[in-house]
């Protein structure tokens, strides 16, 4: 069995303490609403809250799925809930109301493989009530692969989010192949999804997308990939079109989920980034230990104002 890795010095956030985070932690509870920041450990949530890019995560806090990775909880998931996009609106107003600055916002959900296309429809509608009630706040939205299915990813695609985003997780490879947690179960990174429909799904985004839409990705590295096997990831992103990619340390978030197999060095994380960059041509690679789907997201919306304009 696997031993723990001890972190290393950098694998260190900041406490989260800044009034803006205060103040939207405050008022995210009084709402009743989740976020991804939250039900995911995210180690960033300080930093992002307090420069005002918020992730709703909306379809529940069920996952239908059981990512050997991700701690938000998995099960059979309850009735959508119709009345969200408009909460998720309202909640957006409340907070400017309140003073809590906001600029940027990102929607995620659980994946719902038994209700796909509602699934799509709930996005579609969520964005469209955030932009009706908030139109100077830009919207991204993270969705998951909707088993491949093009007629729920119109559904998300024609509501117009400034950014869509669908994260390729790891190299294909490790998809499904057995690993060994710390408590003697078998998992695997993604074992209900499948590569090619993550990148076809980001492929039709940028595709049919509406002039300007600018389409992201992540993976994650500590799983247990090669190097060749990144850049060969960051390839397919770079020929489905994607304009940002995002590359982070896994982090284990129990003994129950898989182990880390290396702490990469700020130093390789920075190569990365320059490689993505200058040698695969991705525009922009947001590349470090702590970096999530959602890290300086609202700056990488201001490198690409004009796009987005």
């Not at 009743?32 to 995210?42: F, G, I, K, N, P």
């Not at 239908?64 to 009735?79: A, L």
């Not at 909460?87 to 109301?97: C, D, F, T």
């Not at 093009?150 to 294909?172: F, G, R």
Request: aromatic residues 8%; charged residues 25%.
């Amino acid at each position: 069995m696997n031993q723990i890795l001890p972190k290393p010095s950098w694998i260190k956030a900041k406490i989260p303490n800044s009034p803006n985070y205060k103040h939207l932690k405050s008022l995210m509870k009084s709402l009743d609403l989740h976020t991804v920041c939250e039900e995911a450990r995210c180690p960033n949530i300080g930093e992002c809250w307090g420069a005002g890019t918020l992730t709703f995560m909306i379809l529940g806090d069920t996952c239908t799925r059981s990512c050997g990775f991700c701690s938000v909880k998995t099960g059979k998931g309850n009735d959508l809930d119709w009345e969200e996009p408009i909460r998720v609106a309202e909640a957006v107003s409340e907070l400017v109301k309140n003073n809590v600055y906001i600029s940027h916002i990102v929607i995620t959900s659980v994946n719902r493989d038994d209700k796909n296309y509602e699934s799509a429809r709930l996005f579609a509608e969520t964005i469209t009530k955030v932009r009706k009630y908030n139109p100077e706040i830009t919207i991204e939205v993270l969705i998951p692969d909707f088993k491949g299915e093009l007629q729920a990813l119109n559904e998300v695609v024609s509501a117009k989010p400034d950014i869509l985003n669908h994260n390729i997780e790891t190299v294909p490879r490790l998809y499904y192949l057995p690993q060994e947690t710390h408590i003697g179960r078998t998992r695997a990174v993604r074992p209900q999804a499948k590569y090619e429909w993550s990148l076809r799904l980001l492929k039709e985004s940028k595709d049919q997308g509406h002039e300007g839409i600018l389409t992201k990705s992540g993976i994650m590295v500590g799983l247990g990939e090669e190097i060749e096997e990144i850049i060969d990831t960051l390839c397919d992103l770079k020929t489905v079109g994607c304009d940002i990619v995002t590359i982070g340390q896994y982090l284990q978030p129990t003994r129950e989920h898989l182990p880390v197999s290396k702490y990469y060095h700020p130093i390789e994380f920075e190569s990365l980034k320059k490689y993505g960059e200058e040698i695969i041509s991705i525009p922009h690679v947001e590349s470090g230990p702590l970096v999530r789907s959602s890290y300086h997201a609202e700056k990488q919306v201001i490198k690409f104002d004009g796009a987005l304009s």
